[in-house]
Every structure is written in structure tokens, then in C-alpha cells.
């Protein structure tokens, strides 16, 4: 038969150590390894987590994913950043003026959360906004037109400047077995931790629990990729921020029990034969005709 051991390996990752794939954004990674794990015959699973892991919060509100205002008149593009409604709307205002040349004022309601944008000048009453990527930021519907009352466009949802609120830590080149709601299928995600840090902090996340390991698909590792994406599978921007992450691969071996060596048998053997106690020897009797002899010469 054989037995079971347990061997861990601690793989610490470091993006700054990292071939770049997405430059100074740092969320898409490639680490070159050599033998972290081979194909062994005595390996029957390998398993891997996350142990800890250190991520700046160095990503922005407002970023490349969501800061397009699309209208008839052309695309509106929003300075990437963090803000809150006092500092967005005159960025929005300027942006509106010296973009497309349309003034507008901004404006939102202390009850309901929701944006109101008024839009001031000639030949608009054609016009029409459908926000293209950033519809979450200001709350509209994706890929709606949206036309104007008066002057007036009014967001139907509250304005949203949470931002990320998780992030996912993935690798293609792991191939573990996840599952993810956005694609309803398989997917690559080895964690996600809450962004329950302000802006310009760190997320220090620690396994707690062995439930977050997860069996591994492959048999050898000679690199690792990984990839940090928010909640929509976006690539985040660290601005050039570097990230730390240490990986634990657990692996499973089965070890034969080992055939005992010919000497191992041989001091076996001695040992009961020293055990086993002397049988107590009998006279001999003598045979008949020497009995016979004995009389006949008495």
C-alpha cells in the first residue's frame, strides 16, 4: 500500500519582479519559474491558495473603463480620478465646453442621489446622450439613447462613485477549477478580496481557512500569470504601484510502503529462532538384538 504525506511550497510574487504585460498598470503579470512543480509519480494532487497578499488601493474611481460620455455631437472623455459630485461636475462642465462646445450646468439632488444635466445653447433639440461607458457612474441604462426634456437630462439611478468594490485575483496558466456569475462558466479566480480600504491605502488580506485552496488542473509549473481585474473583469490601473502576492501549492504524495531487504529477513529469522525454546533429548533405547546379546552373556 503506501502512505499519505503533505508537502507545501511558498511561491512569493512581487510585480515589480514581473514581466509587464499591460506596462505601468501592473494587473496583467508573468512570473518565469523553473520546477515549482513537476510530474512526479508519487504526487496524486496538488492544490493551491492564496496565502496573503498586499494590494494598493491605487486605482482610480473614474478610469479608462468608464469615462466616456458618447453624444451626437462626438465623445465626451473625462480626466481620470477620484471624486465626489463636488468635484466631478465642474470637470464634467469643462470637458462638455472644450470637447464638443456645449455648455452645460450639473446638478444633483441631496434627497435622491440622481444627476440632472442642463444643457444651455442652440441646435440641441436633436441631441441625444447614451453615456456609453460610464451609464454606471452617472445612472443611466447601458446602450440607451437618452433625449432631453426642456433642456433637462435626468439620470433615472443615483449618481455612483463607489468605484471598485472587489477586486479578483486570476491566472490562466494555473488552471483551476472556479466559477464565476459573469460568464456562467468555468473561470480562473484563485481569490477576491473587498475593497475595504479608502483611496491611496492597502488591502492586507490573510487566508484564514483551508476551504480557499483549490485542486489544480496541471501537473507542472514552469510560470505563473497573474491577472487583478475588478468586478466586471476590467484589468485594473495600479499606477505603476507594485502589489505583493504569496502563493502556497500544497502537494499530495503517496508514498510506497518499502519490500524488507534480504538481511532485514535474515536478523528477522534469528530473532524467532532465539525465541523458540530447546526440546529436552530423549535416551536412546536400545534396539532388541543388543538386548538379546546382553542375556546371552549374562
Known amino acids: 500500500m503506501g502512505h499519505i504525506i503533505i508537502e507545501n511550497k511558498l511561491i512569493t510574487l512581487n510585480s515589480f519582479y514581473a514581466t509587464q504585460l499591460n506596462g505601468t498598470k501592473k494587473s496583467d503579470c508573468l512570473f518565469n519559474f523553473r520546477g515549482i512543480l513537476t510530474k512526479e509519480e508519487d504526487i496524486i494532487s496538488s492544490n493551491i491558495c492564496i496565502m496573503n497578499a498586499q494590494i494598493p488601493v491605487s486605482f482610480y474611481t473614474i478610469n479608462a473603463t468608464n469615462n466616456i460620455i458618447g453624444t451626437d455631437l462626438?465623445?465626451?472623455?473625462?480626466?481620470?480620478?477620484?471624486?465626489?459630485?463636488?468635484?466631478?461636475?465642474?470637470?464634467?462642465?469643462?470637458?462638455?465646453?472644450?470637447?464638443?462646445?456645449?455648455?452645460?450646468?450639473?446638478?444633483?439632488?441631496?434627497?435622491?442621489?440622481?444627476?440632472?444635466?442642463?444643457?444651455?445653447?442652440?441646435g440641441l433639440?436633436?441631441?441625444?446622450?447614451?453615456?456609453?461607458?460610464?451609464?454606471?457612474?452617472?445612472?443611466?441604462?447601458?446602450?440607451?439613447?437618452?433625449?432631453?426634456?426642456?433642456?433637462?437630462?435626468?439620470?433615472?439611478?443615483?449618481?455612483?462613485?463607489?468605484?471598485?468594490?472587489?477586486?479578483?485575483?486570476?491566472?490562466?496558466?494555473?488552471?483551476?477549477?472556479?466559477?464565476?456569475?459573469?460568464?456562467?462558466?468555468?473561470?480562473i479566480t484563485l481569490a477576491t478580496l473587498p475593497v475595504d480600504q479608502p483611496a491611496f491605502s492597502m488591502?492586507?488580506?490573510?487566508?484564514?481557512?483551508?476551504?480557499?485552496?483549490?485542486?489544480?488542473?496541471i501537473n507542472v509549473i514552469d510560470e505563473i500569470d497573474i491577472s487583478i481585474v475588478d468586478e466586471d473583469n476590467n484589468l485594473l490601473?495600479?499606477?505603476?504601484?507594485?502589489?505583493?502576492?504569496?502563493?502556497?501549492?500544497?502537494?499530495?504524495?503517496?508514498?510506497?510502503?518499502?519490500?524488507?531487504?534480504?538481511k532485514d529477513l535474515i536478523t528477522e529469522a534469528q530473532g524467532f529462532e532465539s525465541n523458540?525454546?530447546?526440546?529436552?533429548?530423549?535416551?536412546?533405547?536400545?534396539?532388541?538384538d543388543i538386548k538379546d546379546l546382553e542375556l546371552l552373556n549374562a
Request: net charge positive; glycine share 6%.
Open 74 to 122: 462626438g465623445n465626451v472623455t473625462i480626466p481620470v480620478g477620484n471624486y465626489n459630485f463636488n468635484s466631478l461636475a465642474p470637470v464634467v462642465v469643462s470637458a462638455f465646453s472644450t470637447q464638443i462646445s456645449v455648455n452645460i450646468t450639473l446638478s444633483i439632488s441631496k434627497f435622491t442621489g440622481l444627476i440632472t444635466f442642463t444643457f444651455v445653447g442652440p
Open 203 to 217: 488591502i492586507s488580506y490573510i487566508n484564514q481557512t483551508d476551504l480557499n485552496k483549490t485542486n489544480l488542473q
Open 276 to 288: 523458540v525454546e530447546p526440546v529436552a533429548e530423549k535416551p536412546i533405547e536400545p534396539i532388541q
Open 237 to 262: 490601473d495600479f499606477n505603476n504601484i507594485d502589489w505583493n502576492i504569496t502563493l502556497v501549492l500544497e502537494n499530495v504524495r503517496l508514498i510506497p510502503d518499502k519490500p524488507p531487504k534480504f
Open 125 to 187: 433639440a436633436n441631441s441625444y446622450y447614451n453615456f456609453n461607458n460610464s451609464y454606471k457612474i452617472f445612472g443611466f441604462l447601458p446602450n440607451v439613447n437618452y433625449g432631453y426634456v426642456g433642456n433637462d437630462v435626468i439620470s433615472p439611478f443615483p449618481l455612483n462613485l463607489l468605484g471598485v468594490k472587489k477586486v479578483n485575483i486570476r491566472s490562466q496558466k494555473l488552471q483551476i477549477a472556479s466559477f464565476n456569475s459573469l460568464s456562467n462558466n468555468l473561470g
